[in-house]
């Protein structure tokens, strides 16, 4: 069994969840997305990300807005839409009660 496997199908189960998280208080372009998941010892690569946005913004979680940048391109603004930030809550929800059913198991004495 290949434990690096394992540990990416865990990390790509959260990805969502985190992406979303980051973005709950204010917008952020895909560099700041990517830079508090690798501050979080999340390792994500853009070619992971960028699909997934795309998908989130087509799903109606998220919108995005075009701005000028003075260091190269146009930005990408992400934000949560009303039904993202509704999407949000309800993940945090099942976070919090998996979470605690994986520590109960896991934290249980032999």
């Known amino acids: ?32 997305i990517l830079d508090t998941l690798k501050d979080a010892k999340l390792l994500v690569v853009e070619g992971t990300v960028y699909p997934l946005l795309t998908r989130l913004k087509n799903d109606g979680l ?11 391109p146009p930005r990408k603004y992400y934000g949560l839409t009303e039904i993202g930030q509704t999407f949000l809550n309800e993940l945090n929800g099942t ?7 994986v520590n109960l198991i896991t934290n249980q004495k032999q």
């Open 62 to 72: 998220l919108n995005y807005r075009w701005e000028e940048s003075l260091s190269g």
């Open 1 to 32: 069994m290949n434990i690096e496997n394992t540990k990416a199908q865990m990390r790509k189960g959260v990805l969502e969840f985190c992406i979303l998280s980051v973005l709950k208080d204010k917008e952020a372009y895909t560099s700041e």
């Open 95 to 101: 976070w919090t009660e998996l979470s605690d059913a």
